[in-house]
C-alpha cells in the first residue's frame, strides 16, 4: 500500500509462510481427488455432500462440483426424503450459498445453483387446490427477490444480480405488479442515474405493457420523458441518459413528437453550449426528420443546422473528429 513502509522479512518467517501456503495447497488438491473420485464412483451420500461444501467453500467456480452436489441430492438425498424435508434441504443450501455470494457476487455457478434450488422447491405444504399450496415456493421465491435487491443496494449495477433479478420476477408464483416495478428502477435511477441496468429494465418492463412487440404504451410516455427531462438537467454529459432517450424516441414516424424533442433539447444546448451530447443528439433526430418526412421539412435548413453542430463537435471534441466528418459526408444524399 502507498506510504506503507515495507517490512522486510527475514529466510525463517518467509520460508514459514512458504510452508503454510503449501500446506493449504496440499489440503486443497488432496480433497479435490477426495470428491472427484467420489464423483466418478456414483457417491450419493452425505459424507460426499459435506465434502463438496467444504470444497465449493474454498473454490466456489469449481462448477463440476457443483453439478456433482445436485446430482447428490437428485439421486441420494431427495429420494428418501419427504417434501417437507426437501424443502429443508433447499432452504439451507440457499442460505448457506448466500455467504458464498456476498464474498463472489459476480460468479456464475452460484447464482446458477441458486436458480436450481428455486426450480427444485416442492409445492406444499398444502396439497393442490388448497390456501397454502404454493407456501414454500412463495416463501422462497419471495425471499430470494429480497437477497437479491439487497445485493443491489450494495453494488447498483452489479448486471449478474439485474439479470438474475429479472429471473426471479419472471419465475414468482405471485407476479410483481408492472407499477411496483417502475417505482423499483425509478428509485435507482434518482439514486444513480448512471445505473444502465436500471434503465434498461424500466425499458423491459414498458415494452412488456406495449400492446406490439417494442412499443411503449402512449399513458406512459409523458412521465418517462419528464424523467428524462430531470435526469438530463442533473447530468448533461451522462451517456445512459441520452441511449434511453433515444430508445425511447424510437424510429423517428411521429414528425411532431421529433420536432418538439428537438426543440427541447435545444433549450438545454442554451444553457450547456458545450454538451456534446445534446449537439449528437439533435443531429440524430434532425437525421430522423430528414429521412422519415423529407417533404415536409425545409431540408436545406436541417442540412445547415447539421453541418454547423458537426463542426462545433469536431472543436469540442477532436479525438472523434473523424466520425463527425463520417456523419457529415452521409449527408450527401439529400437534396437541397
Not at 112 to 131: D, I, K, S, V
Not at 167 to 191: D, F, G, H, N, Q
Not at 259 to 287: G, T
Amino acid at each position: 500500500m502507498h506510504g506503507v513502509k515495507r517490512i522486510r522479512q527475514s529466510a525463517q518467517v518467509l520460508e514459514a509462510k512458504r510452508l503454510r501456503e503449501k500446506a493449504k495447497l496440499d489440503d486443497y488438491l488432496s480433497l479435490t481427488q477426495d470428491v472427484l473420485s467420489r464423483k466418478k464412483s456414483r457417491d450419493w451420500s452425505e459424507e460426499a455432500l459435506q465434502l463438496t461444501s467444504r470444497l465449493l467453500q474454498v473454490n466456489p467456480e469449481f462448477y463440476t462440483i457443483w453439478n456433482y452436489r445436485r446430482n447428490i441430492f437428485l439421486n441420494g438425498i431427495f429420494p428418501r426424503s419427504s417434501l417437507e424435508e426437501i424443502n429443508d434441504l433447499i432452504t439451507k443450501d440457499l442460505s448457506s450459498t448466500m455467504t458464498a455470494l456476498k464474498a463472489h457476487p459476480k460468479v456464475y455457478w452460484i447464482w446458477n445453483h441458486r436458480r436450481w434450488c428455486l426450480e427444485n422447491t416442492p409445492n406444499g405444504p398444502g396439497a393442490p387446490g388448497e390456501a397454502d399450496a404454493d407456501s414454500w415456493r412463495k416463501t422462497n421465491w419471495d425471499r430470494e427477490l429480497f437477497v437479491v435487491e439487497k445485493l443491489l443496494d450494495a453494488d447498483p449495477r452489479n448486471f449478474h444480480a439485474w439479470n438474475y433479478r429479472r429471473y426471479v420476477l419472471a419465475s414468482m408464483p405471485v407476479p410483481r405488479s408492472a407499477k411496483s416495478e417502475l417505482a423499483y428502477t425509478c428509485r435507482k435511477i434518482e439514486a444513480n442515474i448512471s445505473n444502465f441496468s436500471a434503465w434498461h429494465q424500466r425499458s423491459k418492463v414498458l415494452t412488456s405493457l406495449g400492446e406490439s412487440s417494442g412499443s411503449v404504451p402512449s399513458q406512459y410516455l409523458e412521465e418517462e420523458f419528464n424523467l428524462l427531462r430531470n435526469a438530463m438537467y442533473t447530468d448533461p454529459s451522462d451517456q445512459s441518459v441520452w441511449i434511453y432517450h433515444r430508445w425511447l424516441m424510437g424510429a423517428g414516424d411521429d414528425k411532431k413528437f421529433l420536432e418538439n424533442e428537438i426543440e427541447a433539447i435545444q433549450e438545454l444546448l442554451d444553457e450547456q453550449p458545450d454538451s456534446k451530447w445534446c449537439m449528437e443528439s439533435i443531429i440524430h433526430y434532425k437525421r430522423l426528420l430528414l429521412k422519415k418526412h423529407p417533404n415536409e421539412v425545409n431540408t436545406k435548413t436541417l442540412l445547415l443546422d447539421c453541418k454547423n453542430l458537426l463542426e462545433q463537435l469536431e472543436i469540442l471534441d477532436p479525438a472523434r473528429h473523424q466520425r463527425y466528418q463520417d456523419i457529415g459526408q452521409s449527408f450527401a444524399g439529400w437534396r437541397v
